[in-house]
């Protein structure tokens, strides 16, 4: 059984940055590519990028370039997003999520998720 | 970037009715769409995947249709736990956007 397991609720000054961690248990790690994904309170999902482990390589969306760094490390099966310049409209639940494979090793969807992490950030 | 509209925002039906969701994208994604469903303080859950698939786990009475840019998400006999948030995300073209969503509520 997947499990994604996110950290804490962080509570962040504007300026400041949050490192948010998901660590995955239950299946292979490196092959999938885990995505982040935001929602702000009482709004809908937003789609902040993803990155694949075993290329170590990700994206993000453009208006997080320059801001959000996603790494993984494979020796304990976590994957990190890091936003920094934080400021007020990044208060949000912020959620890992996996993308599934199927047989052709293709992603398809979002097949697992952590339970979210709250950031508020205030002065 | 592709957008995502789903309608109707809200939708207002009974147990044991049928539900019927929609979400147009602005241009084609083939069938590379899928369905999540959010209950308040949760994780969203795939329901659906590549337009018609369901997920592991998940009930007969959800089925998904549509390819191109027109998408439909069916729920044939809404039992209580399907009053819900669904959101409908495209996963043909970087960046996978997500619709708006549309609230199942009790009417």
């Known amino acids: 059984q997947v499990q994604l397991v996110q950290s804490g609720a962080e509570v962040k000054k504007p300026g400041s940055s949050v490192k948010v961690s998901c660590k995955a248990s239950g299946g292979t790690f490196s092959s999938y590519v885990f995505s982040w994904v935001r929602q702000a309170p009482g709004q809908g999902l937003e789609w902040m990028g993803g990155i694949i482990p075993v290329f170590d390589t990700a994206n993000y969306i453009q208006k997080f370039q320059g801001r959000l760094t996603m790494t993984t490390d494979e020796s304990t099966s976590t994957a990190y997003m890091e936003l920094s310049s934080l400021r007020s409209e990044d208060t949000a639940v912020y959620y890992c999520?996996?993308?599934?494979?199927?047989?052709?090793?293709?992603?398809?969807?979002?097949?697992?998720w952590g339970q979210g992490t709250l950031v508020t950030v205030s002065s | 970037e592709i957008v995502l509209t789903q309608s109707p925002a809200t939708l207002s039906l009974s147990p044991g009715a049928r539900a019927t969701l929609s979400c147009r994208a602005s241009?084609?994604?083939?069938?590379?769409l899928a369905w999540y469903q959010q209950k308040p303080g949760q994780a969203p859950r795939l329901l659906i995947y590549?337009?018609?698939n369901r997920a592991t786990g998940i009930p007969g009475r959800f089925s998904g249709s549509g390819s191109g840019t027109d998408f439909t998400l069916t729920i044939s006999s809404l039992e209580p736990e399907d009053f819900a948030v669904y959101y409908c995300?495209?996963?043909?073209?970087?960046?996978?956007?997500f619709g708006q969503g549309t609230k199942l509520e009790i009417k």
């Open positions: 590549d337009a018609s």
């Open positions: 995300q495209q996963r043909s073209n970087w960046p996978y956007s």
């Open positions: 241009q084609s994604v083939s069938s590379s």
């Open positions: 999520a996996r993308d599934g494979l199927d047989g052709s090793g293709s992603y398809y969807a979002l097949d697992y």
